[in-house]
């Protein structure tokens, strides 16, 4: 067990955890996700639950969702939105108490607090006057969240940003560039139909994906996208999903069991992975082995 050897994690909570796992059985597809990219990434994250400075995209994605969740839940009742003022005013507290938890070196340049402040000011700007004004939550519509019963006794959690009263579903984006359709995650897609269909007895009408666009410093948009609209998974595409997400926890579970969690890729080049300082001491320790991928069978 290389991986909480060479960070000093105590063996007695890391066998806990696992039990815990094991017992409860509740999974999360980020969960899932991060261990097909890569199983020491997941390790860092989900095994030895090791706390990392957030990123500042991170913390200005968490602040926007949550002035439009404030918003929604708001207009549930009243069936209005919320003044613009109010909604900027969530998003600015939102933002400030996000931006605590990252480092001062990584707020420069298009993450500077300042930047991400405006940038946060022109999407809901945008959002509230074009989009927001056709949108009314349905009851038990915002910011849901579901479990969903996958085969062996596991559960899938998760949480979708918003439903509305036309049955269509929608999941607020930030993103660097535009999003283009066929690049979509299908497998989002179907576990989104599947919690709908679980929670409100019925499938959406459509899902929705309201893209915020970043430019992240680099020339083009900086916008709010048009709307992307997906169709609804067909039933026997969401039980093959469920078969197929089950398979991976099984795979998971057994990598977890033996302890020894591959890197997928070359650390030193990992520039975006928030765990690269303390992989790249590890992997030294442990001798520079060569990246290995675990082959897992597709979700969709
Ligand atoms: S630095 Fe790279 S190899 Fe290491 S955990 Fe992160 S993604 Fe995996």
């Known amino acids: 067990m290389i991986g909480f050897l060479s960070t000093g994690k105590a063996l007695v909570p890391f066998v806990l955890k696992f039990c815990y796992d094991v017992a409860f059985m509740k999974w999360s597809y980020s969960r899932i996700n991060s261990f097909s990219f890569c199983p020491k990434k997941y390790q860092f994250r989900y095994v030895l639950e090791i706390a990392v400075p957030q990123k500042p995209e991170l913390a200005f994605g968490v602040a926007l969702h949550a002035a ?9 009742v009243s069936r209005e939105d919320m003044p613009l003022k109010e909604v900027l005013q969530a998003f600015y507290e939102a933002l400030e108490q996000a931006l605590v938890n990252v480092s001062d070196e990584a707020l420069f340049g298009p993450t500077d607090p300042l930047y991400l402040r405006s940038m946060g000011e022109n999407f809901l700007e945008q959002f509230m006057t074009e989009r927001a004004p056709a949108l009314q939550p349905a009851p ?3 910011e849901t969240f579901f479990n969903l019963p996958l085969p062996g006794s596991h559960e899938m959690t998760g949480k979708f940003d918003l439903l509305d009263t036309h049955w269509v579903l929608h999941d607020f984006k930030t993103s660097s560039k535009p999003y283009h359709a066929h690049k979509a995650d299908k497998t989002q897609l179907v576990i989104y139909a599947w919690a709908c269909e679980r929670m409100f007895g019925r499938a959406p009408k459509a899902i929705c994906f309201d893209v915020f666009v970043k430019g992240d410093g680099s020339e083009g948009m900086v916008a709010l996208q048009a709307p992307l ?3 609804v998974p067909d039933p026997s595409e969401m039980a093959r999903v469920a078969d197929n997400l089950y ?8 990598v977890q069991s033996s302890g020894v969690f591959p890197r997928s890729f070359m650390p030193l080049r990992c520039h975006w992975c928030e765990f690269q300082k303390m992989c790249v001491s590890s992997w030294e320790e442990a001798g520079k082995p060569p990246p290995q991928r675990i082959k897992m069978a597709p979700i969709v």
């Open 229 to 231: 609209f997906f169709s």
């Open 247 to 254: 398979k991976q926890i099984e795979k998971i579970l057994e």
């Open 68 to 76: 439009l969740e404030k918003n929604f839940l708001h207009k549930i």
């Open 140 to 142: 038990r519509g915002v």
